[in-house]
Nanobody, 126 residues
Framework: QVQLMESGGGSVQPGGSLRLSCAASGSVLDYYAIGWFRQAPGKEREGVSCISNNDNSTYYGDSVKGRFTSGDNAKNTVYLQMNSLKPEDTAVYYC????????????????????WGQGTLVTVSS
C-alpha cells in the first residue's frame, strides 16, 4: 500500500512562509485526488487544499485562499506553499490521497481519503 510522508514543517513568525512537501514512500505517487489537511488542537480536521488528478483542478479552503498554493511538481511530490502565515494556521498538517475515483465535491473531505501521512507540525508564533 502507498505510504505518504510529509516534510517541511517548523516554526515561523506571522507573515512568514513555509513550503510543505508530500512524497510516496517506496512507490510512485499515484492518486485520483490528493490533498492537504490540518488539525489544530481541539478542532476538527479540515481540508486546506486538494487536487483532482482528473482535470488538475485545485480546491482551496476559504481560510487559505490567496495565501496558500499547492501543486504536483512532477518530481513525484506534491507541495503546499504557505505564505502570509497567521497564528491561526498553527496545526498539524497532513497529506492524504485516494486510490479510487472520487468526485470533486468530496475530494477535500477528510473522511473520503484513505491514505494518510503521519503529519508535520506548523507553528506560527511571534
Amino acid at each position: 500500500q502507498v505510504q505518504l510522508m510529509e516534510s517541511g514543517g517548523g516554526s515561523v513568525q506571522p507573515g512568514g512562509s513555509l513550503r510543505l512537501s508530500c512524497a510516496a514512500s517506496g512507490s510512485v505517487l499515484d492518486y485520483y485526488a490528493i490533498g492537504w489537511f490540518r488539525q489544530a488542537p481541539g478542532k476538527e480536521r479540515e481540508g486546506v487544499s486538494c487536487i483532482s488528478n482528473n482535470d488538475n483542478s485545485t480546491y482551496y479552503g476559504d481560510s487559505v485562499k490567496g495565501r496558500f498554493t499547492s501543486g504536483d511538481n512532477a518530481k513525484n511530490t506534491v507541495y503546499l506553499q504557505m505564505n502570509s502565515l497567521k497564528p491561526e494556521d498553527t496545526a498539524v498538517y497532513y497529506c492524504a490521497s485516494t486510490q479510487f475515483p472520487i468526485t470533486k465535491a468530496i475530494m477535500c473531505s477528510p473522511w473520503a481519503l484513505e491514505v494518510w501521512g503521519q503529519g508535520t507540525l506548523v507553528t506560527v508564533s511571534s
